[in-house]
């Protein structure tokens, strides 16, 4: 009982979270390069000098606070 309870406090405060978030532009756009490997949207993107492929995750939710 106790780790549903738990469980579910935890779930409702991410979804709180993803409901509370907002930008302070409202309009924008930017085309940013990639290329599919293996039908996965990869991303050359530089970090420190050093180039390196990432991976375009599109089907996980996304929580920034």
Wanted: hydrophobic letters at 45%; a positive charge.
């Amino acid at each position: 009982m106790f780790l549903i309870l738990l469980t579910s406090c935890n779930s409702l405060k991410q979804l709180q979270l993803m409901k509370s978030g907002k930008t302070e532009q409202n309009e924008f756009f930017t085309t940013i390069p990639f290329e599919f490997r293996a039908g996965l949207p990869i991303l050359e993107i530089k970090v420190n000098g050093i180039k390196s492929s990432f991976l375009f995750d599109t089907g996980a939710p996304n929580v920034i606070s």
